[in-house]
């Protein structure tokens, strides 16, 4: 990616990826296929939700950093699960303690378990706190332009709307939000939640975003390892795309040769 014509580098925290499909590591069917499917995707960070997965924390047990090596992958702990502010501010400051004062976060509080909404009042709370506790956080919001926007200015690194509710595979449901947060955005903005296939994520690439994180689209699929590839190619695909710029839409037909120089 970083070697396509007039690309800018994809930066986080400081650091630069060459990868912008971010991965997560649930809801696979063992750590082999985890491990199979996000080598694949060709993904460099990877989430980790450090409520539901052994980091270390739980000796004797299988630790996903075994197959997910942090000197191979950019861990990205996540606060999936948390319902609160304080809750959210102490899982990431347990995940800082696993990974020897790991920085990187990416910070979502839910508002319900039926929608995995995000609790936007919430997240705003728990990010001006480790903002100022000096984690560089990644977060997860709902496509309200007003909340990405303090969001940001709260110190945030990137913000994270959604496509669509988390696991369903709808795609982006509200591009016209989503793209007046682009316009409008100081920090990278990452579309997180509500992929489900390959073109989902080609389009929010090619609407301008710089990354896209997934999880279930890759781990639901009927063969998981293939459609992490497909994903790695569509990421590219999508950002090629918006780097060339498309072609207007038009209403009527346009040959495709010119018409001088016809032969009557």
Known sequence: MSNVRNDKPFTLAGRTFQSRLLVGTG?????????????????????VAVRRTNLGQNPGEPNLLDVLPPD???????????????????????????????????????????????????????????????FDVMVYTSDD?????????AGCIAVMPLAGLIGTGLGI???YNLQIILEESKVPVLVDAGVGTASDAT?????????????????????????????????????MAYLAGRMPKKLYASASSP?????K
């Open 27 to 47: 809801k696979y069917r063992d750590m082999d296929e985890t491990r199979q499917a996000i080598e694949a995707s060709g993904a460099q960070i990877v989430t």
């Open 72 to 134: 191979r992958y950019t861990i990205l702990p996540n606060t999936a699960g948390c319902y609160d502010a304080i809750e959210a501010v102490r899982t990431c400051r347990l995940a800082r303690e696993l990974l020897d004062g790991h920085n990187l976060v990416k910070l979502e509080v839910l508002a319900d378990q039926k929608t995995l909404f995000p609790n936007v009042i919430e997240t705003l709370k728990a990010a001006e706190v480790l903002v100022k506790d000096g």
């Open 145 to 153: 332009p007003i909340i990405a926007r303090q969001l940001a200015e």
């Open 173 to 175: 449901c509200n591009p």
């Open 203 to 239: 389009i929010a690439m090619e609407m301008g975003c710089e990354a896209v994180l997934m999880n279930s689209a890759i781990a639901h699929a009927q063969q998981p390892v293939l459609m992490a590839e497909a994903m790695k190619h569509a990421i590219v695909a999508g950002r």
């Open 259 to 263: 018409l001088d120089g016809l032969i």
